[in-house]
Structures are given as structure tokens and as C-alpha cells.
């Protein structure tokens, strides 16, 4: 069964330093999303990427984030210079077919540490 | 904000009670999906409940959309331990918009 993939699953950091999370979306959807999930609390949406732009971003999603598709394949979320609340857990989620409705199919996660 | 909010936020029960889970909504929505996710793991699609539809079931999963009440309730019939999980529901505007996810209820089913 189609999945998405992300990696790295845990990746510890120091404050200021930048981090890229990778995902790899199934290969025939459309439309790919990051969101962020703070130990225990709600799953919040940061960024949604259609053909090949920013379709639409929360507020979180300042200037020191930034997302990329670089290769036709992966789809990337950079973080420039992380901050200590930055540490959460990082999904990327996809979705297909000619309407942006519809489930979304998630991967497992990266979680961010920021030390 | 079309965020759901579910009720309550966290659920505990015997195995093979009945679990009810409820989502509150703002505004008007194109449908409503339930999620769940287990401890440290990804989210994974449950149901989705379009919006001129009033009840859907799938397998010992039961759906129900109150659109005049903006709310919708989960019901897991016969529950398992291996239903211990957040569930969450999240709302769907329409075309582009992302889904909102509320702050999900968590489940714990006592063998």
C-alpha cells in the first residue's frame, strides 16, 4: 500500500541551527501539507503546497520556515534557525485526486528536538 | 476559525463498552473527517462525512453530522484495547483550504 515517508524520524538540534525534515509524498497525489503536533496538544497546520507553490500557510509558518519540492519527488521543510518552541513533532500529509478534498494520507513523523 | 473542538478530552472505558467521542465546529464546512492516531505515531484517516450526509457507518464505526449544530459525534461500537488511540476530527472548507484538526479526545479502553 502507497505511504508517506518521512525522515528523519528524530533529529536533535541546537537553537539557531537549521534543520530540513524530508517526506515523500505518494506519488500520484497532488497536494502536499506539513503540520506540527506539540507534545499532547493539537495537530496544527502549517503549510499547504500545490503545483509547485505555497497555496496557503498559517501563522506559524513565519520567514524562518520554508518548503521546497526540489525534486519532483521529495518535499522538504526547512526550518532556518530553530528556536526551542520549534521542538514538536512534524508530519507531512498528501492527498490526490482532481479535488483538494478528501483525506489526507500521513506519514509517521519527525520529531524535532531543539536543545 | 472552522476549528473543531471534540469532547470530551479524554475517555476511559471498559473493553466492549460503546465510545462517543463528540467535534464542534464554527463554520460552514464541505465535510468532516475523523482521525486517529496512536501514541507517537502518524495520523490516520478513520471516516469522512460529506456535508448533506446525516450518519455513515464503517465497520464498528458510526458517524454522525448535525450541520445545524455544527457538531458531529464518533461512536466505536463494542470497543477494544486496540482502539486506545486520539481521535481527532478535523474540518474540511472546501477547495484548497487545509484540514483543521481539533485538540482530539483521548481513548483509553481497559481489557
Known amino acids: 500500500e502507497p505511504e508517506v515517508t518521512q525522515t528523519p524520524s528524530h533529529q536533535v538540534t541546537q537553537m539557531g541551527q537549521e534543520v530540513i525534515l524530508r517526506c515523500v509524498p505518494i506519488s500520484n497525489h497532488l497536494y502536499f501539507y506539513w503540520y506540527r503536533q506539540i507534545l499532547g496538544q493539537k495537530v496544527e497546520f502549517l503549510v499547504s503546497?500545490?503545483?509547485?507553490?505555497?497555496?496557503?500557510k498559517s501563522e506559524i509558518f513565519d520567514d524562518q520556515f520554508s518548503v521546497e519540492r526540489p525534486d519532483g519527488s521529495n518535499f522538504t521543510l526547512k526550518i532556518r534557525s530553530t528556536k526551542l518552541e520549534d521542538s514538536a513533532m512534524y508530519f507531512c500529509?498528501?492527498?490526490?485526486?482532481?479535488?483538494?478534498?478528501?483525506?489526507?494520507?500521513f506519514g509517521e513523523g519527525s520529531r524535532l528536538t531543539v536543545l | 476559525s472552522q476549528q473543531g473542538e471534540e469532547d470530551p478530552q479524554a475517555l476511559s472505558i471498559q473493553e466492549g463498552e460503546n465510545a462517543t467521542m463528540n467535534c464542534s465546529y464554527k463554520?460552514?464546512?464541505?465535510?468532516l473527517q475523523w482521525y486517529r492516531q496512536n501514541s507517537g505515531r502518524g495520523l490516520v484517516h478513520l471516516i469522512l462525512i460529506r456535508s448533506n450526509e446525516r450518519e455513515k457507518h464503517s465497520g464498528r464505526l458510526r458517524v454522525t453530522l448535525d450541520t445545524s449544530k455544527k457538531s458531529s459525534s464518533l461512536l466505536i461500537t463494542a470497543s477494544r484495547a486496540a482502539d486506545t488511540a486520539s481521535y481527532f476530527c478535523a474540518t474540511d472548507l472546501s477547495g484548497n483550504t487545509p484540514l483543521v484538526f481539533g485538540k482530539g479526545t483521548r481513548l483509553s479502553v481497559i481489557a
Open positions: 503546497f500545490y503545483n509547485n507553490e505555497i497555496s496557503e
Open positions: 500529509a498528501s492527498r490526490g485526486g482532481g479535488a483538494a478534498t478528501g483525506e489526507l494520507f
Open positions: 463554520t460552514s464546512i464541505n465535510n
